[in-house]
């Protein structure tokens, strides 16, 4: 039975006068040995033989009332004990006053959280056997920060499944997105609205395999050296109605009403649409303008030419309907696929005539270390859902990869870091794939700026089914909603504080004692939360307080500095620089980033 940890004494219960009592302690024993050790150590230096008390205290009283001699030598073994006494209270006091300045306000909780085999599942060891375990041999799992209670390294292994959710400026970017990309073994995509953790991982990645930015609307400032045809997706009617759901989820405003009869009939449309476009072997683009000639029947003629009489009859039978209804049909499918008349943005999906950029094939991907970056902003006509029906696509040829695998599960796993998830890749049925995703090798880490954000585009079940699904949960701070924090709080737990109190009277001196239960955290310490903390919440082991490394103390800080400078214009330094700084230390061709 493990021993509680949750109870503390009233801080108060020292006083000023056991304060004082101890100092006077502490300053006789002092006294009392080095007077002991100077008279001993001088009489032998003098040569001096001199019978001394077996009690120390005799020796010091001989020694004030002149009973023991006291040589000329034991005044300098006297001066040097003191020398050294006052030399290691100096360095004691130093090491103390770092030891402070490195711990916040909340650290005190740490103590009432977890620690030692509380949180053995997230230990290294126990990361390393479940990788030997699964054949990764390259990496432990995914690193997460240290025990501010005892030092321990926390590793989430790789079956894992993570959300995060911190606010802005809070340092999940270089101690969590960052250290991931660098610690994964095998395939990495990842997906941002900012370019700091492109900027530092494209060095040390390029050296594992090849780098994939997909950056519409120059967030990285990147040019289309390749491209994707979203259609390469769409095999059925099935797939095709998934596209439409991604196109549709990423364009709707955070917590906006949808119109149940337009909006759906419109999603419906857009996905005999884009089946019609794959069927015929046509771009995207052509959709858009199908969209805008609702008279054209080149759509439904693909769909009954391929056998799908039913979807071309859907198609007809928008187009047949009342004015009113079909334009607000057509202009709602209009609306899912307004990005596309950004010529920026299609460049991306599409290749002219004559054109030899090599076309990215997630069949290809998932079975390599390649890295893929996915970039867009946020707002209306953004690439968000490009983003999104691409990391789909990924992730679903990755399932695909591990249904013919070995134990059903790929062999080197897939790492997905969806970084502002809510704004830029918003996956409708992310919620309901989470769990599934684990146990196939596809390790996903959803990244939120608060829990409104998951319900503005899960709705508050599926935000929680999200959570509940996730194997490791961190907060790291910046959030003001009070009731997630009140939630955070009570799952963390409470402690018993035990206080004192004295009374005296009759000649006779009574203390009693009670125990108080207290929140370990409360709401307020959870929103101020300090930076460089974060409150791990993971399958099997209790709430821990952890202190999160940055990428700047991992083996990687050489090769990131390389990779950040490598992109800066004004830099002399080159990609090829940060790919050698990422080289191991030996000089061997294997980088830091697989290590």
């Excluded at 077996?54 to 020398?83: E, R, Y």
């Excluded at 707002?379 to 070995?406: K, R």
């Excluded at 409708?428 to 794939?433: G, N, Q, T």
């Excluded at 990779?563 to 191991?584: C, F, G, Y």
């Amino acid at each position: 039975m493990s021993t509680p940890n949750n109870r503390r004494k009233d801080p108060g219960a020292m006083g000023a006068e056991t304060v004082l009592l101890w100092v006077g302690i502490i300053t006789v024993a002092v006294a009392v040995v080095a007077v002991n050790i100077a008279v001993r150590v001088g009489h032998h230096l003098a040569g001096a033989t001199a019978q001394f008390p077996a009690d120390p205290f005799a020796v010091l009283s001989g020694v004030l009332g002149g009973d023991v001699p006291w040589p000329a030598q034991a005044t300098w073994v006297l001066v040097a004990l003191l020398v050294l006494l006052v030399g290691l209270a100096v360095v004691v006091g130093l090491w103390w006053r770092r030891l402070r300045r490195s711990r916040t306000r909340v650290d005190r909780a740490a103590t009432y959280m977890g620690r030692g085999r509380d949180v053995e599942a997230l230990g290294r060891k126990h990361a390393t056997r479940t990788a030997a375990r699964l054949g990764v041999a390259t990496s432990p799992g995914v690193p997460i920060g240290r025990a501010v209670a005892d030092g321990r390294e926390l590793v989430a292994p790789w079956e894992d499944m993570h959300v995060d959710i911190a606010g802005p400026r809070t340092g999940k970017t270089t101690s969590r997105v960052i250290p991931a990309i660098l610690a994964a073994p095998g395939a990495v995509m990842t997906t941002s609205n900012k370019p700091d953790a492109f900027h530092a991982t494209t060095g040390p990645r390029s050296a594992v395999g090849r780098v994939w930015a997909f950056d519409p609307q120059n967030v990285a400032a990147q040019q289309p050296t390749w491209w994707w045809n979203p259609l390469s997706y769409v095999t059925d009617e099935v797939k095709a109605g998934r596209l439409a759901t991604h196109f549709a989820a990423a364009t709707r405003a955070p917590g906006a009403r949808s119109d149940a009869f337009f909006d759906g009939k419109g999603e419906r449309l857009l996905a005999a649409l884009l089946l019609a476009a794959a069927l015929d072997k046509r771009p995207i683009t052509d959709v858009y303008r199908w969209l805008t000639r609702p008279d054209d029947p080149t759509a439904a003629q693909v769909l009954t030419a391929h056998g799908y009489d039913l979807l071309a009859d859907r198609v007809i039978g928008e187009v047949n309907s009342a004015d009113e209804q079909r334009s607000g049909v057509f202009g709602s499918a209009e609306t899912m696929a307004s990005f596309l008349t950004n010529r920026a943005i299609a460049r991306w999906v599409t290749a002219g005539p004559g054109e030899s950029r090599p076309h990215f094939e997630p069949t290809a991907f998932v079975r390599s270390s390649d890295t893929l970056y996915s970039l867009s902003r946020e707002g209306a006509d953004s690439a968000g859902p490009l983003v999104t029906a691409l990391t789909v696509a990924v992730t679903e040829a990755a399932e695909e990869y591990a249904v013919t695998s070995p134990c059903a599960r790929m062999a080197t796993p897939l790492l997905g870091v969806l970084d502002e998830a809510a704004n830029v890749c918003r996956w409708r049925d992310l919620p309901d794939l989470y769990s599934h995703y684990g146990s196939r090798g596809i390790v996903l880490m959803t990244f939120l700026q608060s829990w409104s954000q998951g319900v503005d585009v899960w709705g508050e079940s599926g935000m929680k089914k999200l959570w509940s699904a996730s194997n490791v949960k961190v907060y790291g701070g910046g959030v003001s909603e009070t009731a997630f924090l009140e939630d955070l709080s009570r799952t963390i737990g409470d402690y018993d504080r035990q206080t004192s109190s004295v009374s005296t009277g009759k000649g006779h001196r009574t203390v009693n004692r009670q125990l108080h239960r207290e929140r370990i955290l409360e709401v307020a310490d959870l929103a101020a939360l300090p930076r460089g903390r974060a409150v791990v919440l993971a399958s099997g082991s209790r709430p821990t307080l952890v202190r999160t490394q940055p990428w700047m103390t991992s083996p990687h800080a050489a090769g990131v500095k390389a990779s950040i400078a490598a992109h800066d214009p004004q830099s002399p330094t080159t990609l090829a620089d940060a790919r050698r700084a990422a080289q191991a230390p030996d000089g061997s061709d294997t980088p830091q980033a697989a290590l």
